[in-house]
């Protein structure tokens, strides 16, 4: 039943762009398919070499490097660090908080999962993004972070 909806409104709207006339689409295909200038924000290492990116816009959108908690402290500490980190980027590309579609985070211990999501709650306003969590391996979070932080918003 649903399918046979699908295949009639897909010759409706098949019909609909042939009555119209193929210019109308070739002129959307042009504009979608125009390529577009990535903006970044290079971290760079002392003699000036682009590392990373720190952030970078695309097409509305803004991807955020993983931030981490260099200092020492409990996992409350770190977790409000990189949260504000990660608010600070989001700002200065144009964005905020509650603009995040997606987060992930990696703890050095999953036994910070509890704690983690104590500072976590709340920040990104009533509906916030999509999350995945990871206890990273052997090694831990670079920097000795015990928690890093990425992010995907829009403009």
Do not use: W
């Not at 577009?36 to 682009?50: L, R």
Request: with cysteine.
């Amino acid at each position: 039943m649903i399918s046979q909806r699908r295949n009639a409104l897909k010759k409706l709207l098949t019909t609909v762009a042939g009555t119209l006339g193929f210019s109308v689409l070739a002129k959307a295909e042009t504009t979608a398919s125009a390529p577009d200038e990535k903006e970044v924000y290079n971290v760079v290492d002392d003699q000036d070499v682009p590392l990373f990116s720190g952030a970078t816009k695309f097409k509305g959108l803004i991807f955020i490097a993983g931030k981490g908690a260099h200092f020492a402290g409990d996992i409350k500490a770190h977790t409000d660090h990189v949260l504000k980190e990660l608010e600070k980027e989001l700002k200065a590309a144009g964005s905020s908080m509650e603009k995040v579609l997606k987060v992930n985070v990696y703890l050095d211990d999953i036994k910070d999962y509890k704690d983690m999501n104590e500072v976590y709650k709340g920040r990104f306003g009533k509906k916030p993004p999509v999350r995945t969590t990871v206890a990273v391996a052997k090694g831990g979070v670079p920097g000795d972070s015990l928690v890093e932080m990425d992010c995907i918003a829009y403009v």
